[in-house]
């Protein structure tokens, strides 16, 4: 290995140093939004008119850093994403432990006073700064991360600084760049990065080259940490400046305390270290920062969320809104538990949000399981926020309001996303009449229980065994079919024929059928055999089937809950018996199949699975590739811990095939 190659980073110690500042600025953030949260607003708050005007422009000062580290933040995620990581969103819980950081970084939750604000500026001060840290906030013990010398596994690096830290990042990004130029270095997706068009913090351009990363790094500096002496509006500076005023009121009033006494590090549950600890005992205190937490863990996965939905689906503004809101409703939760005692056994303290870290914040897979899991966490968190003494303080009655009305965006936004896809499958048709009453709609030939009802330009097929009622057909073509009328209700003439072949098209069943009567080429197999995981539902089938030995066409919906009484296809029971299975099984093996069309043959085993025969790809609800493969066992009882594959399950729990 030469010099050269032994000094150049990987990607992956790239992204490492990168889910650290991810990290870093992360807490940061919520120091300094814990210590604005326990600052006293106005005289009714024991303070004096001029103090309570200084506290409120420091509330609003520190907060405005807060808000900057948020943007430092996104900054940090659009470099991951652009690098082709997936961005950090978790971090450790307070008090950090040792290693997480350099030893002279130490980070937790206090509120505001001397020591802190002293402690602020001691992180955000500029290299060759003499400013001391505040007054407990000294490591415990000083020790080294890494080691010198060239490791395959990523390995953490120390500086004095945040600022050294920035340096040496956006040095190590110029040498990998110029290694593997910058279209290679910059291979993700830039329409999965936040911009200005979701959020204000973002910058106007994505990360896709050297400049624009390197034009982030210095947004960083400039506004924090690295930012030269006696640069303007930059965080040291604003922090010096709010500890000038304070001296100059202490100065005339000795006993003037700005804050609230709040809890250092405050944990809802008796702690296992409780050395700088302090567990909420008091309910409504535990309360209210139990609603504060989950707000901010669903804002976490709300973010973390928008990196997997591209630049401009209406789905990343939405999740980002949302996530905006909850910041909003956070906030007054967090003021209201400053000033709530913590318990008896902390008898001079008050409560405060501990930001609780969630176990594992990446982001949810795309689609209809995630928009349930927000919708269902939104109403959890309102009904939470209705249950607390809202007459007690207007700041609950607020974010009791706050919450109720996200609730309601979130289901109507997430419902809206829900219905445009059946919009995107089933091409709007040209305007015809509708059909007059007086004009009965053909009467059906039927064979085989499958009805055949003549038009001019096509014979439409329908198989009322095979219907899941997806409902494609009456609100993609609500002239052709008639829903909630007795007798015949098929109009296929009250449609252009290339528009209703299209709703054929997209019967995932296979219900509707067709042949074509003006000489043009009926449905054909498609170019992927794809099988798709619906959510608490069946498989979703597209090839040139044989289904039992038998040509099915080329659309089906199979059973997989193991009660439908038309087996092996869906009857609709999973409803019935709540079944209930992810549509979104984890990823295996995905080669990429030399052939990916052609005959998919599916065999139900007698009181066994579905045995799958043919080139096919198997997709989650939100189209994620689970699996490429060229024969399985698929599992159809219903109680495999390996869905959707087959584990043997059917023989211990007795299913039957018919």
Known sequence: MTSTEAALPSREQLLHELYEAAELEHTLMCT????????????????????????????????????????????????????????????????????????????????????VLQHFIHLERPHGSLEREGEGFAPEFMFTRGVPLKRLTPMAVDYDTVGAFYEKLAADLRAFVAHHGESNAFSGNPALQ????????????????????????????????????????SHYQRFLAIRSEFEALKATNPSFSPAFPAAQNPVLRPPLRSQGRVWLENEEAAATVDLANAGYALMLRLLAYSYQVPRPEAEKTLVIDLALGLMHAVTPLAERAARLPAGPSNPHCNAGMSFTALRDAAPLPAGASARRFFSERFAEMAAAAAGLDTGADARTESAARILSALRERAVLGFEGLAAAPVSAQVPASPPAPAPSAAVKPPTPSVVDGVEHIEGKGLTLLYEGKKCIHARFCVTGAPRVFLANVKGPWIHPDAMSTEALVEIAHACPSGAIRYTRKDGQADEAPPPVNLLGVREAGPYAVRGELRIDGRAAGYRATLCRCGASKNKPFCDGSHHEVGFSASGEPATGAAEMLEVRDGPLAIDPQLD???????????????????????????????????????????????????
């Open 32 to 115: 300094y939004l814990y210590a604005a949260f326990s600052l006293k607003q106005g005289e009714q708050e024991g303070l004096s008119a001029v103090e309570a005007e200084a506290t409120m422009r420091w509330r609003r000062a520190i907060i405005e850093v807060a808000t900057q580290e948020m943007g430092h933040l996104t900054a940090v995620w659009n470099i991951s994403a652009a690098l082709g990581g997936a961005p950090r969103f978790g971090r450790g819980n307070f008090p950090l432990d040792a290693g997480a950081l350099p030893a002279g970084i130490v980070v937790k939750l206090s509120p505001f006073g001397e020591a």
């Open 608 to 658: 066994g699975p579905l045995q799958v025969r043919g080139n096919l790809e198997i997709v989650s609800g939100t189209g994620r590739v689970v699996a490429r493969l060229v024969q399985t066992r698929l599992c159809r009882c219903g109680g495999s811990a390996n869905k959707p594959f087959c584990d043997g399950s059917h023989a211990r729990i007795g299913f039957k095939s018919s």
């Open 194 to 233: 936040l911009s200005s068009a979701e959020i204000a913090l973002a910058s106007d351009k994505p990360v896709i080259c050297m400049k624009t990363a390197l034009a982030a790094f210095s947004s960083i500096v400039e506004q924090g940490e690295g930012a030269p002496l006696h640069s303007a509006g």
